[in-house]
């Protein structure tokens, strides 16, 4: 069946520009996650979502960092203001369920470059 | 959730049994421990995870020590395709600690002919 897909893979934003990435999760998977991964590094949570609620942000770096998952599906990742600091490839993953014995699903990424 | 401590990188020969070590020496009563891996461009992939038996699926075994301290992944035939970092994650169970996942550096595996 059909995985997480995340789109676009490639972005390039020119600093202080807005992006939006988007997350599309296995159908029927309630959990969503963001994670931010720097190049050699590994990925670090951004915030995550149980259907529409967004129940854990502590790992957005700034305000400029927003998500949203409005009808429990597809979700967006916006980054307003974009900082050179902010290239890395954005993971999405979801999961089936709530509890931890439920495995994590990874899309592919999107590897943000901001000039 | 314990920290985890692995080795930066390995070499495995091809069809070789490919075993990836890690410390937990904190771990908690509570926590399991998780496996995952990524390949070049692609995100993190499960493996496996146990509590304080040793398990075993299609794609590898996890032999926990018996005091908990440390684990090793173990990759029966690697081949080629095996080469990536593994994540060593220890994490609490309890859904109201979050399901997010907290990786390290891992270890990056390179399988070679």
């Known amino acids: 069946g059909a995985g997480v897909s995340q789109s676009p893979r490639y972005k390039v934003a020119k600093r202080g520009q807005d992006v939006a990435l988007r997350c599309d999760p296995i159908?029927?998977?309630?959990?969503l996650f963001w994670y931010q991964q720097a190049l050699g590094q590994g990925p670090e949570f951004l915030t995550y979502?149980?259907?529409?609620?967004?129940?854990?942000k502590s790992g957005l770096p700034s305000d400029r960092f927003f998500a949203e998952r409005p009808e429990g599906s597809v979700s967006t990742l916006k980054i307003q203001r974009t900082q050179q600091e902010d290239s890395a490839v954005y993971l999405c993953?979801?999961?089936?369920?709530?509890?931890?014995?439920?495995?994590?699903?990874f899309g592919p990424g999107t590897r943000l470059t901001v000039t | 959730d314990a920290k985890t401590t692995q080795p930066p990188s390995m070499d495995c020969a091809e069809g070789r049994a490919a075993n990836l070590p890690c410390n937990h020496s904190?771990?908690?009563?509570?926590?399991?421990v998780y496996w995952y891996r990524q390949i070049h461009s692609q995100g993190p992939q499960y493996i496996i995870h146990?509590?304080?038996n040793n398990e075993t699926n299609e794609m590898a075994s996890l032999i926990i020590t018996e005091d908990r301290k440390s684990s090793t992944l173990i990759l029966p035939h690697a081949t080629l395709r095996d080469t990536a970092v593994y994540y060593c994650?220890?994490?609490?169970?309890?859904?109201?600690?979050?399901?997010?996942?907290?990786f390290g550096a891992g270890t990056i595996l390179r399988v070679k002919s």
């Open positions: 979502f149980q259907n529409e609620a967004q129940l854990d």
């Open positions: 904190t771990i908690s009563g509570n926590e399991y």
């Open positions: 994650i220890v994490r609490v169970a309890r859904v109201e600690y979050g399901n997010k996942l907290v």
């Open positions: 146990g509590l304080k």
């Open positions: 993953a979801s999961s089936l369920q709530r509890e931890v014995f439920y495995e994590q699903y």
């Open positions: 159908s029927g998977h309630v959990s």
